[in-house]
């Protein structure tokens, strides 16, 4: 059980265009969904909190105009990178609260971010 | 300020070297301390979930145990497919949020 999944696992992109990341909660619903990034050798970075039919809240330091998120199911969120760049290289990395009150994560597999 | 500081940050192991991770916190309404296990390129994996100073939870060589400061995850005989980082998170009232630690990698050698 808990089950997340991301896509794609990986995506190569031109420097200004956008890319959208997909993560689905396969057996179960996830009123809240939590999106990271991760550059090498470093731990995560949470970006954003993601709630079903709400607004995100993004951390201090995102830009939430570069970085869309919507969350419009139970079972599906979305990042958007919009007018991508080099700089957004990296891997993202989607979770989800297992169950109401718990703090417990499930995490996706990860989406890999080349920006050329 | 809340924080999680894992050691050592890397270990190198021989197989069926017995060691243990550390975990140190300090948190205010701490709501859980979480172990994940992370292979390069790949998303955490859920490990175990402690609530309570004195709890312990055991999956195959691993065990983890919880006290009021710090955390050990203590790996028993490990073998070579134990090689990941092992990532600690405290989960906090104040923000809601998971704290993560920077890691441990372990690699253990044949």
Known sequence: GA????HPSWVICKSGTSVKIE???????????????QFPKQSLMLMATSNEGS???????VEKDKFLINHASLTLSTLTVTSAHPEDSSFYICSALGTSGSYEQYFGPGTRLTVT | EDQVTQSPEALRLQEGESSSLNCS??????RGLFWYRQDPGKGPEFLF???SAGEEKEKERLKAT???KES????TAPKPEDSATYLCACGSSNT?????GQGTTLQVKP
């Open chain 1, 3 to 6: 089950v997340v999944s991301q």
């Open chain 1, 23 to 37: 993560c689905r909660s396969l057996d179960f619903q996830a009123t809240t969904m939590f999106w990271y990034r």
């Open chain 1, 55 to 61: 607004k995100a809240t993004y951390e201090q330091g």
């Open chain 2, 25 to 30: 916190y300090t948190v205010s309404g701490l």
């Open chain 2, 49 to 51: 979930t402690l609530y």
């Open chain 2, 66 to 68: 919880l006290t009021k």
């Open chain 2, 72 to 75: 050990f995850l203590h790996i």
């Open chain 2, 96 to 100: 809601g949020k998971l704290i993560f």
